[in-house]
C-alpha cells in the first residue's frame, strides 16, 4: 500500500502582529518542537476519507462542508492537480501543535495536507513551498476571513522570514539570524479566536482611526528595526523592541490579564523582553532570554500559570 508522509511546523509572530494586516512589516518564525504531521495512504474504499483523532474527526471528503477547511485543502489540490476524482485515500492528521493558541495550528495542518496530498499523487510542482504556501493561504481564508498571509508563510518555508502583505505579491524575505536567539512560548491555557479578535480590531480601527493608524505605523517601525537588530544578532536591542511592541498590543486592547501576568513574570524572572504572539486575547506569550536563563524563566512563567512551555531556538 502506497504511504506519504509530510509535516508542517508551528509558528510565532515576533513582531508586528495586527499590523501586518494594514500593510506594515512583520517578522514571524516557525516553532519546529511542534508540528502538524499528515500521512496519506492508499484506500480500500472509493473516496477520500480525512482522520483527525486529536479532535475527534472522521469525515468523508465528498461529505464535508465547504467551510471544513481541511476538506478544502483536498479540493483545492485536486482542482490544481486537474484530476477530475481522487483515487481511494486515507488522510490522517496528528499535530502536536495546540489549537487556538496563536502558534498556527490551522495553517500548519491545511499545509501538511496539502504537502502529502500532492507528493503521494506524483504532483511535484504542487509540493513544491511557493504552492503549498499559496494554496495554504487559501484555506486559511476559511478560518480566518482576510489573512495577512504570515502564518502560511512561515510554515510552508519552515524558516523566519520578514513579511509585508502587498497586492498582487507579498513581499516574503527569509531571514539570516546574526546569532542563536532563544525563545520560550508560554501558553495561557485561553483559547484565542484569531478571527474574532482581528475583526473586532478592524471594527476598532474603523471607528477610532486617529488612534489605531498611528498604533499600527509604530508596530511597523518596530518590526524594520527588529529586522536589523536580528540580522546583527543584537538581543539586547531585540528585547527592548518586544516590550515596546507589546505595550502598543496593549493600545489596541489584544492583551488580558492572563497575557500581562505572563510577560510581567517573565521580564522579572531574567527575559531580555516579552511580549503576547498572535492575535491575543488568550493563546501565547514569548520571552526572549539568554541560553543560561532559559530554566529560571521557564519555572517562573510555570509558577505564573502558563499550562505549557515550549523552548525554541532561531539560529
Known sequence: MGRTTASAPGKVILYGEHAV?????????????????????????????LLAPD????????????????????????QRAGLEELPPLVI??????????????????????????AMHLQQVELSSDAAVCDLTY???????????????TVVAYERPVYFVRRHPENRIEPLVVGRPVHLLV?????????????SD??????????RFAPLFAACGAIAEEARTALEAGDLARLGTLMDENHRRLQEMTVSDPALDR??????????????????GRGGNMIALVESEQIEE?????????????LASVLA
Open 138 to 152: 487559501l484555506v486559511e481564508r476559511i478560518h480566518h476571513g482576510t489573512p495577512s498571509g504570515i502564518d502560511n
Open 262 to 279: 505572563l510577560v510581567a513574570v517573565a521580564r522579572d524572572a531574567g527575559a531580555l523582553g516579552a511580549k503576547l504572539s498572535g492575535a
Open 21 to 49: 494586516v494594514y500593510g506594515y512589516p512583520a517578522i514571524a518564525a516557525p516553532v519546529t518542537q511542534v508540528r502538524a504531521t499528515v500521512t496519506v495512504c492508499d484506500g480500500d474504499t472509493p473516496g477520500v476519507r
Open 55 to 78: 479532535v475527534g474527526r472522521d469525515v468523508w471528503v465528498a461529505d464535508a462542508r465547504e467551510d471544513d477547511a481541511l476538506a478544502a485543502a483536498v479540493r483545492l489540490v485536486q
Open 297 to 309: 524563566v521557564r519555572q517562573a512563567l510555570l509558577s505564573a500559570g502558563a499550562v505549557q512551555i
Open 201 to 210: 480590531v478592524r471594527r476598532r480601527w474603523q471607528e477610532e482611526p486617529e
Open 92 to 117: 490522517h492528521l496528528e499535530s502536536t501543535i495546540p489549537i487556538a493558541g496563536g502558534l498556527g495550528s490551522g495553517a500548519a495542518s491545511a499545509a501538511a495536507v496539502i504537502r502529502a496530498l
Open 186 to 198: 508560554g501558553d495561557t491555557g485561553l483559547r484565542s479566536a484569531t478571527h474574532a479578535v482581528v
